[in-house]
């Protein structure tokens, strides 16, 4: 019989093909004694022995009934059943197994049934990133509860998986997604319940699948890299080739559109841009000198006769009121203290002098004396030099890594999405290249569950002012101490009982983060380690919301325990993504890895090509500047000009907060940082090699302008905003409801910057961030290569803000969540903005307009505006890829989007209800789908001004049809009065759609 079987299989393998004929599909049938998972194209008897004990039934018409002689056999849990593909003799026979043995054999032909339970797991997901559209998956709305759910499951032919949406999940709330493929790729989700039927089923190998088709044209994905390059000429014609150059290269980067790799490799850099960009500012009234080759702090401080620090020179500027300029020759300025102005510095510049490049350094320079026993691992004493730690080294201006385990990523995926950082050339992963990652721990030490009435914790959740534009995010709520007592302050949104958005009812969203990790040799093959105090431990949120630092408190061979972290992100959870350990001399086992131990004074490095050379650099100052003034009396009219900061030390250990109600958590410290200032001005500067933050505005402020600046390699956020509020009490000072008392950064101007590669360290960065600060204006910035978002406005503060012009590209670059902007509206404020000074919680429109954003590197959406934003008005935009056109979840309202062009996505909106009133607008746009699906999806339960205004849009499909939407033609929609003057055509040649963007960006 095996051998008949298996000529049978070799028949069908060569009609079918042997893969393809026995890839797996699942099929459930149930039957009210027991519910059994049934596998197509597996055979589990065909090992059938004088031993195994099984039953031949003839004559079984279909799986379903040889199930049922299985369910009435006391004894059986296993059977197989033949179709009539199979040979004659085996056609309809049903094999009956009661030995209990199920092993599988790919077979087509053959149904194989298990009798099984469900496996059900809380916080998890097995359709994260997956669409209600797609085949195998069925969408039933309104189940109240998992457990119905899974009944609904076992009620449905073909489910084997259920992942069940809680009520906190916005437009997805209680919906029941019944999966009948049995893909399984599960994964940590906070909010979601997941329950499987039967064994994981090791697939058959298959072949490599064919090059995934393209979903935009080569010659548009050419045109829209060549026309950003255009786009960047024409908003900062003073940039640089080298600038433009690597700007070009970026776009040439594999990661392009949403079907695969890019397919234009061929962006240059315009022979007319500049070689040099130095402006020269004049020197304003008196100044004084300072020279770091020749200068001396006994000089007079003339340009003749220079200080040889800033900080002497400034103590020149306070004993001569009427010398306000402090003029910096060429130079490097080394690990100076940072500079500290108050009011009484009002209306001091700092700057380069003639436009020579001169450069602020964060580092001590080391002398060293290298020696090596193995002529890998090199060591140089640095006593008597005054280093007490050391968490950033350049070789030679190149940035070396922390001694590291991994040194680079094991395979291509981490916790599902591409792995960024590989090892190369035997060097450890270099962190602009990304995390570097894809191990994960073998369980999870999690801690002490929050509940909702902590030890040591209290709440402020006042009924008033009240919000009641959506069903949700209606009152200012806020949690003091708890499990939030390691941020500063130790409070947050996510700390009190009214946390909501896309996560679990309270206690289940309060913050929490691991306490340790379950570790075997297979996981960290060197541990457990010596000394592992020292020892920092990197993770993802499970979701890669952020990444987390933890303080390593012990290590043994199967624990490394934890003993401060996890503050890098607002959103916490208990379990982790993938993770690596860093600063521990185990590890140093990679070139261009270091270590320092404190202990000792002894400097590590790794080198198999010899022994070190050149000038090696120690990084040791957070800060360069800081100004700190209040509300009443802040510092005026201070201006840095020209000057290049570089080499900052690490501040992911030191005090984040949780800034309002979004999911970002904000690391203060900065190389300039600003705190109550009025008319304060950053011009031309360059910032570059920098571990933490860049900038950060702080508190009340005023006309502050950061323009024509360049950025690149920067640990943590670029720029940073924050405000402050009231009515929260000392503790959680800056954190309360009221922000009447206009004690926040408003009407700040960014314009005109350059900048790429932020978030090295701190993975939830953006390029522009801003919280509790309004009517800023954003203009004419050019960022790339980020890990999250480009930019985030983490709250609704006020509004006001205009976003003109921007470009905007390979953001997302280690996650799959945002895309180019994201935004949140969780927290309730009152202000006075628009208002004739009278309070108010409606903010005014944030306008998006004339940006040219690239969602590649499978971004979610070119704008996301997430849990409860509201009243944007986005138009005249072009974006290109991405997934939807517009977002708009978890009771978000009052968002327009109009005149725009969404080039090839996958809809034009995905949005939630909204209360009357404040229903959502999207209207004549362009929208190019990369498929033939239905171009919107909404509440179509909706009354008369819930629905969202939807009229004058031209739908792009590839074949010029396009699908239902809300189960309605588009003639139907029209005759029902609703998408009037929409229209479905075919795709627009490739030159048209970039004619369209060249105009909205005014080229």
């Known amino acids: 019989r095996k051998k008949r079987e298996q000529t049978n299989m070799a028949n069908m393998t060569s009609s079918f093909g042997a893969v393809v004929a026995l890839a797996l599909t699942v099929v459930l049938l149930h039957m009210a004694a027991a519910d059994f998972a049934v596998y197509s194209g597996y055979n589990a008897c065909d090992d059938t022995s004088p031993n195994s004990t099984v039953t031949f039934k003839h004559n079984v018409m279909s799986v379903s009934a040889c199930q049922a002689l299985c369910a009435a056999e006391s004894k059986c849990t296993v059977f197989t059943w033949h179709d009539d593909t199979v040979e004659p003799e085996f056609r309809h026979m049903c094999i009956l197994r009661t030995d209990g043995i199920f092993q599988w054999k790919p077979q087509g032909g053959h149904f194989s049934g298990l009798q099984a339970t469900w496996d059900v797991t809380q916080d998890q997901s097995d359709v994260f990133a997956h669409s209600p559209t797609e085949k195998g998956i069925h969408v039933i709305p309104d189940v109240a509860s998992a457990t119905d759910c899974q009944t609904k499951c076992s009620q449905t032919e073909f489910c084997t998986i259920f992942t069940w949406h809680d009520q906190n999940q916005g437009s997805y709330a209680k919906q029941c997604w019944l999966i009948t493929d049995y893909r399984w790729s599960p994964r940590s989700d906070s909010g979601h319940t997941t329950g499987r039927l039967g064994p994981v089923v090791p697939t058959p190998p298959s072949p490599p699948p064919p090059p995934a088709p393209a979903t935009a044209p080569a010659d548009f994905d050419c045109g829209m890299r060549h026309l950003a390059m255009e786009f960047a000429r024409e908003a900062q014609p003073f940039r640089t080739k080298a600038e433009l150059q690597v700007m070009a290269d970026a776009l040439n980067l594999p990661g392009g559109d949403p079907g695969g790799a890019t397919q234009c490799f061929n962006v240059t850099v315009p022979s007319d841009a500049p070689e040099k960009y130095a402006p020269v500012f004049p020197i304003q009234g008196s100044a004084v000198y300072v020279d770091a080759s020749v200068g001396k702090d006994t000089n007079a401080g003339t340009l003749a006769s220079p200080f040889a620090t800033l900080g002497r020179a400034l103590r020149a500027t306070r004993a001569s009121p009427s010398t306000r300029t402090i003029a910096l020759r060429a130079g490097v300025y080394y690990s100076q203290d940072t500079v500290k102005l108050t009011a009484a510095d009002s209306g001091l510049t700092i700057q380069a002098y003639n436009g020579e490049e001169v450069w602020l350094s964060g580092a001590q320079v080391l002398t060293t004396s290298w020696t090596s026993t193995d002529g890998k691992v090199w060591q140089t004493s640095l006593k008597g030099q005054n280093v007490s730690d050391i968490t950033g080294l350049r070789f030679n201006r190149e940035r070396a890594v922390r001694a590291r385990y991994p040194n680079g990523c094991q395979n291509n995926v981490s916790d599902h ?587």
Not at 570 to 577: D, I, M, T, V
């Open 417 to 1003: 999405y591409a792995c960024q950082g590989l090892q190369k050339n035997g060097k450890v992963v270099d962190p602009r290249d990304g995390f570097g990652s894809s191990i994960n721990a073998k369980h999870v030490v999690t801690p002490v569950q929050p509940t909702m009435n902590q030890p040591n914790w209290t709440e402020v959740n006042p009924q008033q002012p009240l919000r009641n534009s959506s069903n949700s995010y209606r009152t200012f709520q806020l949690g003091v101490g708890g499990s939030c007592k390691d941020f500063d302050p130790p409070a947050g949104y996510w700390c009190g009982n009214g946390c909501s958005g896309g996560a679990p009812s309270p206690p289940g969203c309060i913050f929490r983060s691991p306490v340790g990790f379950e570790i075997d040799q297979t996981i960290l093959p060197n541990a457990p380690y010596k000394n592992p105090t020292r020892g920092i431990v990197q993770a993802w949120h499970p979701g890669h919301w952020a990444s987390w630092m933890f303080q390593v408190g012990s290590s043994n061979s199967t624990h490394l325990m934890f003993s401060r972290g996890g503050f890098q992100g607002a959103r916490g959870n208990n379990n982790a993504g993938t993770f690596f350990v860093e600063n521990v001399i185990e590890e140093l086992d990679a070139d261009n890895e270091f270590f320092y131990d404190p202990d000792t004074e002894t400097l590590f490095y790794h080198s198999s090509t010899g022994k070190p050379t050149g000038v090696v650099e120690a990084t040791k100052l957070q800060t360069f500047v800081e100004i700190r003034g209040t509300q009443a009396q802040p510092v005026k009219n201070v201006s840095i000009l020209g000057v290049g900061f570089r080499d900052t030390a690490l501040s992911y250990m030191d005090h984040h907060s949780m800034p309002s109600g979004g999911d970002w958590a904000l690391g203060r410290i900065a190389a300039v940082f600003a705190y109550g200032v009025s008319g304060f001005t950053l011009d031309s500067n360059r910032f570059q090699q920098l571990d933490g933050n860049a900038i950060t505005i702080n508190g009340y402020a005023r006309g502050v302008i950061i323009q024509n600046n360049e950025f690149h390699e920067i640990g943590d956020n670029i720029i940073a905003q924050l405000g402050e509020t009231t009515g929260a009490g000392s503790i959680a000072y800056g954190m309360g409801w009221d922000g009447t008392q206009g004690n926040q950064p408003r009407g700040s101007i960014i314009r005109k910057n350059f900048a790429y590669q932020c978030g090295l360290f701190e993975k939830q960065s953006s390029f522009y961030f801003q919280a509790k600060s309004s009517q800023n204006q954003i203009e004419d910035n050019i960022f790339f290569h980020g890990p999250r978002a480009g930019i985030n406005f983490n709250d609704g503060f006020g509004g006001g803000t205009v976003l003109k012009h921007n470009l905007l590209f390979s953001t997302v670059m280690e996650s799959g969540d945002h895309g180019p902007f994201n935004s949140w509206d969780r927290q309730v404020y009152a202000h006075e903005i628009g208002t004739d000074n009278k309070p108010n919680v409606t903010k005014e429109y944030d306008e998006i307009t004339r940006n040219f954003f690239v969602g590649n590197y499978f971004g979610q959406e070119a704008v996301d505006n997430d849990d409860g934003s509201a009243y944007y008005n986005t138009h005249h935009n072009f974006f290109v890829y991405a997934r939807t056109g517009m977002k708009n979840d978890f009771n978000g309202h009052d968002n327009h989007h109009h005149d725009n062009v969404y080039a090839f996505i996958s809809k034009g909106l995905g949005i939630c209800g909204a209360l009357p009133g404040h229903a959502d607008q999207f209207y004549s746009n362009k929208v190019i789908q990369t498929d033939s699906g239905a171009y919107g999806t909404y509440d179509c339960k909706c009354s008369a001004g819930e629905c969202p205004l939807m009229q004058y849009n031209v739908i792009f499909t590839p074949d010029g049809t396009m699908g239902n939407v809300c189960d309605q033609t588009l003639k139907q929609r029209q005759a029902a009065g609703v998408d009037i003057g929409t229209k479905v055509q075919s795709w627009p040649a490739s030159n048209d759609i970039l004619t369209w963007g060249r105009q909205l960006l005014g080229l």
